[in-house]
């Protein structure tokens, strides 16, 4: 029975929580502007121009953009999309190339991958998946590293965004634009073996890494791998200025933040592996990679093998063998990404598939013949009588031309048919892509005419766009704008208002720096009025006694301190008495007395 494709239906509003948006911005992945753009409600993705479909868990696993020539390889030649890959396929990939490159000293090497990595279809015969449809698997025969991976990396599929595409004016480092609605076929490529010469070729690297395994004391682990590139701070799958074996530390170029803290690093390390919080992480790699400080030894050969590339035309390996969705026996499920899986699957599917697709059956020997003899006569089994062979007719180049026209005029119109197909989905992905981006537009305008109808009720002012461009969303967001530039020169005047007063108001204080703190300074439970008033009374009082002191004149102080003894109408007319000689006291003071409120900073 065929399996069922999902296709679209798998696809879902976004989920991406706070805590992926931090861990993103750890990362340094979100620090660029625009790197990345995150979806609003839409349900299917929709990326804006100059942006592909990505997904967080493929992203903390190394994958950043431009993307690393290796990877566009990769998938051009499994005739793959970013989104059919499995996380743990994807951190296959990137712990591949910084063996290759920290450990190895080479580049990626296309051969070795052969020798080592096939693909496979993931799902089950009656499930096909579309997003991570594909899994990137170790062969049983290859001596390679036991990563740990997860079995399953739960709800990776509803955390996708859009990641801008980078190429640096070159297509070599260009992402296949989205098409959701692509199927996954299995190509020759995915069961794609090394060549004898390349096997020739790469044996001193298999070597070195059977070497970096099984040396006593100094064992190298896919998990010490994964620990240096996230330590590192470079992505392995980003298309970078220089390869890790240039790599300079913490000055690097290609680095994308700071170092992480320790309990930042192992909680990403358990969350991308199968390791438990009883597990330790290794804190350095018991081998030392190749770097500007541990240069490649002289004469280091540097093999160069890249996956066939599109600017190559078409090549053999991407042949289409056939169309999984109708081959239940090519299906495995998503653990196949762990070391253990990968064995089996290979086991059970590439000898079935790669015997069938690729090797004639076995002649019949003399030794086969005897067997199958010994078998008839033992009775445990009866053979069937051989079907007499129809005989071979005649050749006719007539009946030939005729049956040829046939199968291309099928051929055509199922082309034809198909194209029509393919025009009507992109219609209507079309029409809903439009009908989301105005319904989108719609809510925009609407939160910008509240934002402003909420601006004019509290300025009580209204303003007249001079020119307006008649687009309901280009004109609620000029209002918005006027208004906004009300508001800040609005708020410019109360600061300069503000911090003249402050001096008066808090003249033993420093004036805050921010508007905010300002501001507070003049909302407090007492009155501030009351309280400047006091101290001013009180630097009269105190200089008003030192003039009198100053005089020489024997006065009692216990007398004048003595208030209470003093009538008010005594009072006044001493006041009145004191006005002459007014305008010398506050002169020597150094109070300029004037008709307007003085400005001047009072003396404490």
């Known amino acids: 029975m065929a399996a069922a494709d999902l296709g679209t239906a798998e696809w ?11 861990l993103l911005k750890k990362l340094g992945i979100t620090t660029k502007p625009k790197a990345v753009c995150f979806p609003s409600e839409e349900s299917y993705p929709a990326p804006p121009m100059g942006y592909r479909v990505s997904f967080v868990d493929h992203l903390i696993r190394g ?40 450990f190895l000293g080479v580049s990626p090497n296309w051969a070795l991958w052969k020798r080592i990595f096939f693909c496979r279809r993931n799902g089950s ?26 079995d399953s990396v739960q709800g990776w599929r509803k955390r996708w965004l859009y990641i801008r595409e980078e190429n640096h004016g070159c297509a070599e480092d260009n992402i296949p634009p989205f098409d959701g609605a692509e199927k996954i076929l299995r190509r020759r490529s995915w069961d794609a073996e090394a060549t004898e010469e390349e096997r020739t070729s790469t044996e001193a690297l298999m070597t070195r890494i059977h070497e970096l395994q099984n040396t006593r004391g100094k064992e190298l682990s896919g998990i010490q791998i994964i620990v240096y590139f996230l330590k590192s701070r470079v992505q392995p799958l980003q298309a970078r200025k220089f390869p890790l074996w240039k790599y300079t530390g913490n000055e690097d170029v290609d680095r994308l933040s700071v170092d992480l803290e320790v309990k930042d690093l192992e909680k990403l390390v358990r969350k991308i592996t199968s390791l438990s919080k009883k597990d330790s992480i290794p804190s350095s790699c018991r081998v030392k990679p190749y770097s500007a400080a541990h240069a490649l030894p002289k004469n280091h050969p540097n093999l160069v093998s890249l996956p066939p590339l599109p600017e190559g035309g078409e090549v053999e390996e991407r042949t289409v063998i056939s169309n999984d969705n109708q081959e239940a026996s090519s299906f495995v499920n998503e653990p196949a990404d762990s070391r253990k899986s990968a064995g089996s699957a290979e086991k059970d599917a590439a000898s ?32 069937e009588e051989a079907a007499p062979l129809p005989q071979k007719a005649a050749y006719d180049p007539y009946l030939a031309s005729i049956i040829s026209s046939a199968d291309k005029a099928k051929a055509d119109a199922a082309g034809v048919e198909d194209l029509r197909k393919r025009l009507h989905t992109a219609e209507t992905s079309l029409s809903d892509h439009i009908a989301a981006q105005s319904a989108r537009e719609e809510a925009i305008r609407k939160r910008l005419t509240t934002q402003s109808r909420r601006f004019v009720a509290r300025t009580a002012q209204e303003f007249q ?35 003249r007063l402050f001096p008066y108001f808090f003249p033993k204080k420093e004036e805050p720096a921010t508007f905010l703190n300002l501001a507070k300074c003049f909302n407090p439970s007492e009155d501030l009025g009351l ?21 020489q004149q024997s006065i009692d102080w216990s007398k004048v301190g003595d208030t209470d003894q003093i009538e008010q109408s005594r009072w006044r007319s001493l006041i009145k008495a004191a006005k002459p000689n007014t305008r010398k006291i506050l002169a020597y003071i150094g109070i300029k007395p004037s008709s307007t409120p003085s400005s001047s900073k009072p003396e404490v």
């Open 125 to 150: 015969p009656n499930v096909a998946y579309n997003i991570g449809g594909v899994v990137i698997s170790i062969r049983s025969t290859a001596n390679y590293f036991d990563v740990k991976l997860p």
């Open 12 to 22: 879902e509003r976004s989920k991406i929580t706070n805590q992926d948006l931090n």
């Open 63 to 102: 994958l950043s953009t431009p993307i690393h020539p290796f990877l566009r390889g990769l998938l051009f030649v499994y005739g793959l999309q970013l989104h059919h890959l499995t996380p743990n396929s994807i951190l296959h990939i990137s712990i591949f190339i910084t063996l290759c490159e920290a």
């Open 352 to 383: 079935e598939d790669t015997t069938s697709a690729q090797s004639p059956p076995p002649a019949d020997s003399p030794k086969n013949k005897r067997k199958r003899g010994d078998v008839e006569d033992s009775g445990t089994s009866k053979p």
């Open 465 to 499: 766009l001079d020119e307006p461009a008649n687009d309901p969303l280009l004109d609620a967001l000029s209002f918005l704008e006027v208004h906004g530039s009300e508001a800040r020169e609005g708020i410019d005047q109360a600061k300069a208002g503000l911090s």
């Open 531 to 551: 309280r400047v008033r006091h101290e001013n009374m009180k630097v009269a009082v105190e200089n008003t006694v030192a003039l009198v002191a100053d005089s």
